[in-house]
C-alpha cells in the first residue's frame, strides 16, 4: 500500500521569507501524482499545486513550487515570500495512475504559521 | 459551479443516534469519496464510488458505517448506532475521470463536523 510521510508536524516562517515543507512517499508505482493541499481554519482543502511523476520538470505556482525526487520519492513544497494568509495546515498526498479514478492518500500534515 | 455541496456542517448529537451525512459532488463528476479527518489519524478514505458504484468500502471502520449513492448527484453516509469515537469532520469529494481532465486532483465540500456526546 502506499504512504505518505510529512515528518514535520509544525512549522514557522517570517513573512516576506521562504520556507519548505517536506514529503516522502513510498509506492511501487511508476506513473502516479503527486498533490499539495491547503486546509486553512475554514477547514476548506484547497489544491496548491500538484504534480504528475512522469514529468522531470518541477511544478510552480505563483509563490509555490515543489522539487520532485522521484528517485528519493520526494516532493517538497516551497512556498516563497510567505504572507498571513499561507498559514494553514498542508497535506501532502498521492494518487495512483489509472484510467479511473483512484483514491487520494494523504501525509498526516505539517501546520504552518507566519510571523509577522 | 456552486462546488460539492456537504450538509450539515455540524451535527451534535447523542450517542447512539442515527446521523446521516449528505453530499452533492459536481455536476458531471463521476467519482465521489468519503474521508474522516481526525487529529490522530489525519485524512483517512472511508469509501468511494465511480459512477455510482462502491469500489473501495475497506476504509469503513465497522458495520455501523454504511454509505450509498443512489445516483449521480447525490450520496449519503450513515452512522448507526453513532459513539462518542466518531466525532470528526467528514469530507465528501468528487472529480472527473482522469481523461476527461488536466486537473488531475479532487474538489472538496467544505466537511460535517461531527459530535457525538
Known amino acids: 500500500a502506499q504512504t505518505v510521510t510529512q515528518s514535520q508536524p509544525e512549522m514557522s516562517v517570517q513573512e516576506a521569507e521562504t520556507v519548505t515543507l517536506s514529503c516522502t512517499y513510498d509506492?511501487?508505482?511508476?506513473?502516479?501524482?503527486l498533490f499539495w493541499y491547503k486546509q486553512p481554519p475554514s477547514r476548506q482543502m484547497i489544491l496548491v499545486i500538484r504534480?504528475?511523476?512522469?514529468?522531470?520538470q518541477n511544478a510552480t505556482e505563483n509563490r509555490f513550487s515543489v522539487n520532485f525526487q522521484k528517485a528519493a520519492k520526494s516532493f517538497s513544497l516551497k512556498i516563497s515570500d510567505s504572507q498571513l494568509g499561507d498559514a494553514a495546515m498542508y497535506f501532502c498526498?498521492?494518487?495512483?495512475?489509472?484510467?479511473?479514478?483512484?483514491?487520494?492518500?494523504f501525509g498526516k500534515g505539517t501546520r504552518l504559521s507566519v510571523i509577522a | 459551479d456552486a462546488g460539492v455541496i456537504q450538509s450539515p456542517r455540524h451535527e451534535v448529537t447523542e450517542m447512539g443516534q442515527e446521523v446521516t451525512l449528505r453530499c452533492k459532488p459536481i455536476?458531471?463528476?463521476?467519482?465521489l469519496f468519503w474521508y474522516r479527518q481526525t487529529m490522530m489519524r489525519g485524512l483517512e478514505l472511508l469509501i468511494y464510488?465511480?459512477?455510482?458504484?462502491?469500489?473501495?468500502d475497506s476504509g469503513m471502520p465497522e458495520d455501523r458505517f454504511s454509505a450509498k449513492m443512489p445516483n449521480a448527484s447525490f450520496s449519503t453516509l450513515k452512522i448507526q448506532p453513532s459513539e462518542p469515537r466518531d466525532s470528526a469532520v467528514y469530507f465528501c469529494?468528487?472529480?472527473?475521470?482522469?481523461?476527461?481532465?488536466?486537473?488531475?486532483?479532487?474538489?472538496f465540500g467544505s466537511g460535517t463536523r461531527l459530535t457525538v456526546v
Open positions: 469529494a468528487s472529480s472527473l475521470p482522469p481523461s476527461k481532465t488536466l486537473f488531475y486532483g479532487y474538489t
Open positions: 509506492t511501487s508505482e511508476s506513473d502516479y501524482y
Open positions: 504534480q504528475e511523476a512522469y514529468k522531470q
Open positions: 498526498a498521492y494518487r495512483r495512475r489509472n484510467s479511473g479514478n483512484t483514491p487520494l492518500v
Open positions: 455536476s458531471g463528476h463521476n467519482s
Open positions: 464510488f465511480n459512477n455510482n458504484v462502491p469500489i473501495d
